[in-house]
């Protein structure tokens, strides 16, 4: 398992994950791919053990952030007290997706390879508060 980074999603975006960690490890960048399979049931202790070791966690969704993967992982973490920083991707509230393909929707949102990518770096080097 990667100690860098935990790329999470479920269904199709698991995709996108795979190859975003792929490219990371050409970077040097060690991430674990963690695919829930649903939100309800979730064997939460077995989610928390792939990322308690992780320095972050990204995950992807490709609907609105709040009430989906992103926010299980949040309630995992925050319930288990463990101060790893999370990054939610999917599509933010007050914005919707566009009438578009999926590789357009995905990269505008950046729920795409360069963008799990970009923010999987932006949060193994940000400062936290």
Do not use: F, W
């Not at 970077?27 to 077995?46: F, N």
């Not at 993967?69 to 566009?98: F, H």
């Not at 999926?102 to 505008?108: D, H, Y």
């Amino acid at each position: 398992m990667g100690q860098d980074v935990a790329l999470v999603a479920m269904g199709s975006t698991v995709h996108e994950i795979v190859e975003a960690a792929a490219q990371l490890a050409e970077e040097g960048i060690d991430a674990t791919v963690i695919s829930v399979p649903s939100i309800r049931p979730c064997d939460t202790q077995q989610l928390l053990a792939a990322m308690r070791s992780c320095k972050a966690v990204v995950s992807v969704e490709e609907h609105n952030v709040n009430g989906g993967v992103g926010s299980l992982v949040a309630e995992v973490l925050a319930e288990a007290g463990c101060a790893v920083p999370l990054k939610r991707l999917g599509i933010p509230d007050g914005q919707y997706a566009i009438a578009a393909d999926r590789a357009s929707t995905r990269a505008r949102h950046e729920i795409d390879v360069a963008g799990v990518v970009k923010h999987a770096r932006e949060m193994l080097t940000r400062q936290l508060c």
